[in-house]
């Protein structure tokens, strides 16, 4: 005698559920550190010396109750283990539906689901493979121009003066917004802070929020590479 479950075991439920909770939560730290992240690079507008007091200021904060750069270290420890989580659990609920779904629909809702749905995977490799070449590049310098003695203005400039980092730069934070844009409206249905009402209000200020924050990031490359900023 087969049995035929027609429904999903509550274990298998129960860890979905664990799963996307830890992506939505995950997703609103990272979202938090891009907020901040972006109001700093802002700050190359008001000139070299203001843009290196910032990079300066962010590693010694705290200081003297806690030793050098410890603030912006907790800062970074918690920002990597946000990023391997949402990773993880990205990965183990991609996995977990194609074992339950082994076999692709015929015929696709493409209507109902966003290019933006249909990218969020590869794109998201593409984004966690841009932060570390960004952190080679600007952080610490070992794939800048100018090298790891120079300071944090230097090394923006030099690298976004070249055309093709910059190309490279701009399509991943197109890609980043996509994803953020997506992401949005999932944790607020991860959370349940959504319904049908709602969901056109939500999709609205995900668009317009990414728009906007992606905006501010791209500023600086572009005012690098056509001269407003050198």
């Known amino acids: 005698m087969t049995h035929?479950?027609?429904?999903?075991?509550?274990?298998?439920?129960?860890?979905?559920?664990?799963?996307?909770?830890?992506?939505?939560?995950?997703?609103?730290?990272?979202?938090?550190?891009?907020?901040?992240?972006?109001?700093?690079?802002?700050?190359?507008?008001?000139?070299?010396?203001?843009?290196?007091s910032y990079s300066e200021w962010i590693r010694t904060v705290g200081e003297p109750a806690v030793p050098h750069q410890t603030v912006l270290t907790i800062v970074r420890i918690v920002l990597v283990?946000?990023?391997?989580?949402?990773?993880w659990a990205a990965v183990s609920l991609w996995r977990q539906a194609k074992k339950a779904r082994p076999q692709a629909y015929v015929t696709k809702k493409s209507v109902a689901q966003s290019y933006a749905s249909r990218t969020m995977r590869w794109g998201g490799v593409i984004v966690?493979?841009?932060?570390?070449?960004?952190?080679?590049?600007?952080?610490?310098?070992?794939?800048?121009?100018?090298?790891?003695?120079?300071?944090?203005?230097?090394?923006?400039?030099?690298?976004?003066?070249?055309?093709?980092?910059?190309?490279?730069?701009?399509?991943?934070?197109?890609?980043?917004?996509?994803?953020?844009?997506?992401?949005?409206?999932?944790?607020?249905?991860?959370?349940?802070?959504?319904?049908?009402?709602?969901?056109?209000?939500?999709n609205a200020f995900a668009l317009v929020f990414s728009t906007l924050l992606i905006g501010g990031f791209l500023l600086v490359p572009f005012s690098v590479l056509f001269g407003l900023v050198d």
């Open 4 to 52: 035929t479950g027609r429904g999903t075991p509550k274990v298998a439920k129960t860890n979905s559920v664990v799963k996307k909770v830890v992506m939505a939560v995950s997703g609103i730290v990272m979202l938090l550190y891009l907020v901040a992240h972006v109001v700093g690079n802002l700050k190359v507008f008001a000139g070299r010396d203001s843009f290196n």
């Open 81 to 87: 283990v946000a990023v391997v989580a949402h990773f």
């Open 128 to 202: 966690l493979l841009f932060i570390i070449w960004h952190i080679l590049d600007l952080t610490v310098g070992a794939v800048n121009p100018d090298g790891t003695d120079s300071t944090p203005y230097d090394r923006l400039v030099a690298s976004f003066q070249n055309p093709f980092i910059t190309a490279f730069y701009v399509v991943a934070l197109i890609l980043l917004g996509m994803h953020l844009r997506h992401g949005i409206w999932s944790v607020t249905q991860t959370l349940g802070q959504s319904n049908r009402r709602r969901e056109r209000t939500v």
